[in-house]
T-cell receptor, first 115, second 112 residues
Framework: GAGVSQSPSNKVTEKGKDVELRCDPI?????LYWYRQRLGQGLEFLIY????????KSGLPSDRFSAERTGESVSTLTIQRTQQEDSAVYLC?????????????FGPGTRLTVL | GDSVTQMEGPVTLSEEAFLTINCTYT??????LFWYVQYPGEGLQLLLK?????DKGSNKGFEATYRKETTSFHLEKGSVQVSDSAVYFC???????????FGGGTRVLVKP
């Protein structure tokens, strides 16, 4: 079936504007993750959703970042009042269940550039 | 906290050469270990994984063995191809965890 999809693939915005990034997980996957990949660096965990449980927001870098997920479907990551240091590739992943070793499947990412 | 350290790149080698990318980790308990690969212009893909000590993960000619005594999960391939040029990420996840902790990535360039 289809993999994880993300939109837009690229987003250029001006400092101070809000942006919204979208993730469509693999159908039937209950767990959804957001990560950030800054240029030349590894991935940083941002937030995790599992079914109807309260999300794990421990990786969100500031209160300008928020995310929502309705049930086991689409998720949106919102960054308010963007700053230049928010420039990165934002990756979404989903997995079939919450067991730690369950494989996370990644989307192609959204490249965000804040001017 | 948990962390993953992998050798910095870029690693440049010739086709059919032997490739090793070192990865060591720090974590409490018994994490699962992964290697992900990011080919140019593509998304992150799982390459292989191992879930307990002495397990060997393998795929596409790559292998890595979970060594608890040395907290390592080194990636190896006996004969690389140009198509193996990519960035390789080592990662771990706790048994009851929900997030992958990644190393910084190692860029590999294979020349014909």
């Amino acid at each position: 079936g289809a993999g994880v999809s993300q939109s837009p693939s690229n987003k250029v915005t001006e400092k101070g504007k809000d942006v919204e990034l979208r993730c469509d997980p693999i159908s039937g996957h209950t767990a959804l993750y957001w990560y950030r990949q800054r240029l030349g660096q590894g991935l940083e965990f941002l937030i995790y959703f599992q079914g109807n449980s309260a999300p794990d927001k421990s990786g969100l870098p500031s209160d300008r970042f928020s995310a929502e997920r309705t049930g086991e479907s689409v998720s949106t990551l919102t960054i308010q009042r963007t700053q230049q240091e928010d420039s990165a590739v934002y990756l979404c992943a989903s997995s079939a269940d919450r067991i730690g070793a369950s494989t996370q499947y990644f989307g192609p990412g959204t490249r965000l550039t804040v001017l | 906290g948990d962390s993953v350290t992998q050798m910095e790149g870029p690693v440049t080698l010739s086709e059919e050469a032997f490739l090793t990318i070192n990865c060591t980790y720090t974590a409490t308990g018994y994490p699962s270990l992964f290697w992900y690969v990011q080919y140019p212009g593509e998304g992150l893909q799982l390459l292989l994984k191992a879930t307990k000590a002495d397990d060997k993960g393998s795929n596409k000619g790559f292998e890595a063995t979970y060594r608890k005594e040395t907290t390592s999960f080194h990636l190896e391939k006996g004969s690389v191809q140009v198509s193996d040029s990519a960035v390789y990420f080592c990662a771990l996840i706790k048994a009851a965890g929900n997030k992958l902790t990644f190393g910084g990535g190692t860029r590999v360039l294979v020349k014909p």
